[in-house]
């Protein structure tokens, strides 16, 4: 092989190369030293999704900080202490409610694919959409929620499906459930679990193409039916 014939890389893109791995070994080295205080200390840390660096195989998107805060406040006021509240898929809500609420955050449960977030100790769940009843926990957990949050990682029908398969098995007898995803599966959501297209609209907040949409089995003073 001639290594002559290998091209180099010029000085601007190598300059934003080095910028990317370097801003990538800060976060690294974040949720390294993030993993090391997951003790009793932890509890009372707060925690924020900068500290999870988005994996996009993964199809992660975090939300924007109002659109995870506007989910954690309605998850907040529609429950009562004590009342059990699942987050699905929904880690950046999670968060966010953990933040608003550190009182409740016993109360509160991520069920995640992404084992970074067993930080959270018996608060996570892990969570694979393709085993919808398969998850640690699941005769436990059937019937126990007051309120779940569903963000399904893929717009597609299986995994809308397989993930309210999910929620209705957890959900109480009077559970309000709330689903954010693409726009598209606005039919499937009503025809599986009766959630009606709301006002809200959510955000990411590296911005996405997809248009998103809110959808819900119940309406408050700030989230209504259109």
């Given at each position: 092989?001639?290594?002559?014939?290998?091209?180099?890389?010029?000085?601007?893109?190598?300059?934003?190369?080095?910028?990317?791995?370097?801003?990538?070994q800060?976060?690294?080295?974040?949720?390294?030293?993030?993993?090391?205080?997951?003790?009793?200390?932890?509890?009372?840390q707060k925690i924020t999704m900068d500290c999870f660096q988005e994996d996009w195989q993964l199809s992660q998107f975090w939300y924007s900080e109002a659109t995870s805060d506007f989910i954690a406040s309605r998850a907040l006021e529609n429950t009562q202490q004590g009342e059990k509240i699942a987050f699905i898929s929904s880690p950046s809500a999670y968060v966010a409610f953990r933040n608003m609420a550190p009182e409740r955050a016993i109360d509160a449960y991520v069920f995640e694919f992404d084992k970074r977030f067993d930080l959270f100790k018996q608060q996570f769940v892990f969570y694979d959409f393709n085993r919808p009843l398969g998850f640690s926990r699941v005769?436990?957990?059937?019937?126990m929620f007051k309120f779940i949050v569903a963000d399904p990682?893929?717009?597609?029908?299986?995994?809308?499906?397989?993930?309210?398969e999910t929620a209705q098995h957890i959900s109480a007898e009077d559970?309000?459930?709330?689903?954010?995803?693409?726009?598209?599966?606005?039919?499937?959501?009503?025809?599986?679990?009766?959630?009606?297209?709301?006002?809200?609209?959510?955000?990411?907040?590296?911005?996405?193409?997809?248009?998103?949409?809110?959808?819900?089995?119940?309406?408050?003073?700030?989230?209504?039916?259109i």
């Open positions: 092989m001639d290594f002559d014939d290998i091209p180099e890389l010029s000085a601007d893109t190598l300059a934003l190369l080095q910028s990317f791995l370097g801003e990538k800060e976060l690294d080295d974040r949720f390294t030293k993030l993993q090391g205080n997951a003790n009793a200390e932890f509890e009372t005769e436990e957990m059937k019937g990682p893929f717009l597609n029908e299986d995994c809308l499906s397989q993930t309210m559970a309000l459930i709330m689903i954010d995803t693409g726009a598209v599966m606005e039919e499937l959501a009503n025809k599986l679990v009766g959630a009606k297209i709301t006002d809200f609209h959510p955000e990411h907040g590296g911005g996405l193409s997809n248009e998103f949409r809110c959808y819900t089995t119940f309406e408050d003073d700030k989230l209504k039916w």
